[in-house]
Each structure stands twice: as structure tokens, then as C-alpha cells.
């Protein structure tokens, strides 16, 4: 009989194409990865935990909406990216206890050498999709005496400023907060020194919570 190979001289040039029961071959992407299809997926994990770790993953659930019944030990997904796309009518999550992690975003910048009694305008920042946020001044100046004035300012366009908090005097080595009271799309720090003969430092902190 003929003499055929068994084993290729080059085992990553082997392929086997496998069948399911109607005939048809598995779907794959074009890496060769297996792509799952379905209308109704049910993943039963093991006793200890289903674990996922993707550098990307999508979860595109169907009209019907997708169910997820986590483990008795927990449901654990690891990924640098995870995308949820949820149906029409919304995502619906049932759990007895659900721990969810804000995002959050923290800004500092230093003012050092302020003598303009005047005043100026500090950084601008767009806190539309923020749900809440603080500015804090720190007077980190070297001079006992050198003070300064600040305020926050919110405006709906970031062209017309309303002073919303402030002005407060703060004196050497003290800290304040700045809160808006009314929400609109910017807001930034307005700052000053009390006296131009004493130079002041401001450290300056934005810490927002998404």
C-alpha cells in the first residue's frame, strides 16, 4: 500500500476540519479561533469559579437579553478592556450583592510666585460627565504673611464665568475646599495674592468621582 505520512514534516501546515451534526463546519475567525454564535448561550462554570481574562472582550447579548448566573464562589472577569453592548430594552443585572468601582480622576498643578492682586483664572476643566467633584487649594507659601485669595468659578460655555464658591482668604500652610452648589459644564479656580509684596504658592488639587 501507498507509503503515507502520518505526522507532517511541519506540524503547524496540519489541518483538521471537524463536523458537527448538520454538517457544517466550525466557524472561525480569521486567526483561526473558534466563533460562537447562538440566540440562547447557557455556560455552566465549575465548582470553583468561572475565571475570564481577555485583553479585549465584546459580549454582544441577543434581543431577548443575556443572562448570567454566577457560581456560589463568584464570578471573577480579569480584562483590560471589557465591552458590554446591551440589548434595546436595557441591561438587567439581578444579584444579592453587587460591588461596582467608580472611576475617578485626580488633577494637581503648582502656582508658585503669585503677586498679581487682580487675580487669574486657573485651568479650565469640562465636568459634564462627572458626578461629582472638589477643588482643594493648599497655600504652600514660605512667607507667613503671604495670603491668598480664591474662588470657583462654573460657567455653561467656558466663556461666561459665574463665581459660584469664594472668594476665601488662605493664609500660609492652610488648605481649602471649593464645592459648586449648581452644576454647569466647566469650572476652574480664580486665584489671587492678598498682598503683591508677598509672593504666594498655591498648590492646587481637582479630584472628580465619574
Known sequence: MPNYKVFQDTPDQLRTKVF???????????????????????????TNGLSITSTGLAITPPSGGLSITPPTDGLSITSTGLAITPPVNGLLITTSGL??????????????????????PDTTFNVLGLSSYTFGV?????????????????????????????????????????????????????????????????????????
Open 99 to 120: 460591588i461596582t468601582t467608580l472611576g475617578t480622576t485626580d488633577v494637581s498643578e503648582v502656582r508658585a510666585n503669585i503677586t498679581n492682586t487682580a487675580g487669574s
Open 20 to 46: 458537527g451534526g448538520n454538517d457544517v463546519a466550525f466557524n472561525t475567525d480569521s486567526t483561526g479561533n473558534l466563533g460562537i454564535t447562538s440566540t440562547g448561550l447557557a455556560i455552566t462554570p465549575p
Open 138 to 210: 493648599v497655600n504652600n507659601s514660605l512667607a507667613p504673611d503671604a495670603q491668598a485669595l480664591v474662588k470657583l468659578q462654573i460657567s455653561p460655555d467656558a466663556t461666561n464665568w459665574l463665581d459660584e464658591d469664594g472668594p476665601v482668604t488662605i493664609n500660609q500652610n492652610s488648605l481649602t475646599t471649593l464645592v459648586a452648589s449648581v452644576f454647569l459644564k466647566y469650572a476652574r479656580v480664580y486665584y489671587s495674592a492678598v498682598n503683591a509684596a508677598s509672593a504666594v504658592t498655591l498648590n492646587i488639587f481637582f479630584q472628580g468621582q465619574l
